[in-house]
């Protein structure tokens, strides 16, 4: 029997690189549970892989802007129903209109497109590795490397200045943090659509060799669509592979056969981080949808209008699809992770985080084959405070 | 084994051409898968399954 057990989503960890232990027990009592919401709702939570992939995978679920609800109060208080998205912000959008933006991006993200870009990247990982070694040890790895070679390349494909980043960056940092309050959020989400709203019509009069200029020319869009998607995949772009080239790193480092075995055989790094992403699961509340109409789920009836957590760390955790789940084993077939998320709204930047991921491991331990911890493991501060889940900084050394 | 794409279910992921480059492709322009072997050889169909089972949109069929 499912749908008996009631709870609130879990977010407190008892270690660093697990998610809540409390979502594995959930998970064998009730993988479909009625869950508790910030605002009142009894919704639903998904925590095994199979129901993870059902529900992702069907329409009937939404993840329209204005139907969505928060589990949790943010910076205290229960956050407010959302407007509809804005034009171009597809992510929050359903069929048909998610799709037409979509597809005009995702010929710029194939596996060919991104594979092109491999040497750019590997130069760009290989420019802050000496970097790093002119900075001398030890040094943080975050600001350093973690952060700068997405966000480098993220700009360089979009066509955003990188000099004006350090505003930018301040501003998506202020946006994923859990303790401000709504209104502050907004307001700095606010001011990144205005930097790239500027940016947008700079473009409009003198464009460039880049996907905002490209998104512009193809005719089909205004001005403020091209400015949403571009804040979309900004943000995008930026926070979620810097956060798991900083916690992969950690995460090698404190699994050193681990280490040993991807630096023994270069060619595992690939696999490495498909496992590092199943591992590690950075999006780390999972994701949520609300039922357009009565779906029958595990011998449930999800309402029309319930709203569904569906927990991707849980389902990357689920011992029925991965064997010793809650070990690292890069040598373990790790692909159909849930870490890029699946469905329709799968992670678009997946083959770019990829190649940034391989580019940037295998770079990083090659340039320096004795990385290690400045400071114990227990003194790195973890990202609990914020949405995108990682190390807010990470002293390593060097010789 | 026989393989059915749906370009129309599509997502552009890439999961199919990033499993086995000689059977997907995606197309130029909007990403969407591209067949390249509807049927084909037996070394090709464990990563052809399992590029179904990737596929996030449901867009790959195998009929064996």
């Given amino acids: 029997m499912t749908g008996t057990l009631r709870t609130t989503l879990p977010t407190t960890r008892s270690t660093p690189l697990d998610p809540p232990p409390e979502l594995g027990r959930i998970r064998e009592q009730e993988p479909l549970a009625r869950l508790e919401y910030a605002d009142g709702h009894l919704g639903w939570l998904v925590t095994s892989y199979e129901l993870t992939r059902e529900v992702l995978a069907d329409n009937r679920f939404s993840n329209r802007a204005e139907l969505q609800r928060f589990p949790f109060e943010i910076g205290g208080q229960v956050v407010p129903p959302q407007p509809p998205a804005k034009p171009g912000m597809f992510i929050s959008m359903d069929p048909p209109d998610h799709t037409k933006y979509r597809r005009l991006l995702t010929g710029q993200f194939t596996v060919r497109r991104m594979n092109l870009l491999r040497p750019r990247i590997e130069r760009i990982v290989a420019d802050h590795l000496v970097a790093m070694r002119e900075h001398g040890s030890p040094v943080d790895l975050v600001p350093t490397f973690a952060r700068p070679v997405p966000s480098l390349v993220i700009c360089e494909i979009l066509g955003v200045p990188y000099e004006d980043r350090a505003e930018f960056q301040q501003n998506t940092d202020r946006m994923l943090r859990l303790d401000r309050t709504f209104d502050e959020i907004m307001a700095a989400f606010a001011r990144i659509e205005e930097f790239v709203a500027d940016l947008v019509r700079r473009k409009r009069v003198s464009p460039g060799d880049d996907m905002l200029s490209g998104l512009l020319e193809s005719g089909e869009l205004t001005d403020e669509e091209v400015a949403n998607m571009g804040v979309l995949l900004l943000v995008a772009g930026h926070e979620t592979t810097a956060n798991m080239l900083a916690i992969g790193t950690f995460t090698l480092l404190r699994n050193p056969d681990q280490l040993a075995a991807v630096k023994a055989d270069p060619s595992l790094v690939d696999n490495a981080v498909e496992e590092l992403m199943r591992f590690l699961t950075i999006i780390q509340f999972g994701t949520s949808r609300t039922a357009l109409e009565d779906v029958e789920l595990a011998g449930q009836v999800v309402r029309a209008g319930d709203s569904v957590i569906i927990s991707t760390p849980a389902a990357n955790r689920d011992p029925h699809r991965f064997e010793r789940p809650d070990e690292l084993d890069v040598h373990r077939p790790a692909s159909g992770h849930v870490g890029f998320g699946h469905g329709i709204h799968q992670c678009l930047g997946q083959q770019l985080a990829r190649i940034e991921m391989r580019a940037g491991f295998g770079g990083l331990f090659r340039e320096f084959p004795d990385l290690e911890l400045a400071v114990p493991a227990e003194e790195v501060p973890m990202r609990t405070d914020m949405s995108i889940y990682g190390v807010h900084s990470l002293p390593v050394a060097f010789s | ?64």
Avoid: K
């Avoid at chain 2, 990403?31 to 399992?50: I, K, Q």
């Avoid at chain 2, 089972?53 to 195998?62: E, K, Q, S």
């Fill in chain 2, 1 to 64: 084994m026989r393989i059915e794409v749906d370009p129309d279910r599509c997502a552009g992921a890439g999961m199919c051409a990033l499993t086995d480059s000689d059977v997907f492709d995606q197309d130029e322009v909007d990403g969407t898968v591209v067949l390249l072997t509807p049927s084909p050889s037996e070394e090709h169909h464990r990563s052809a399954r399992e590029a179904a089972h990737l596929c996030p949109a449901g867009a790959i069929r195998v009929v064996e």
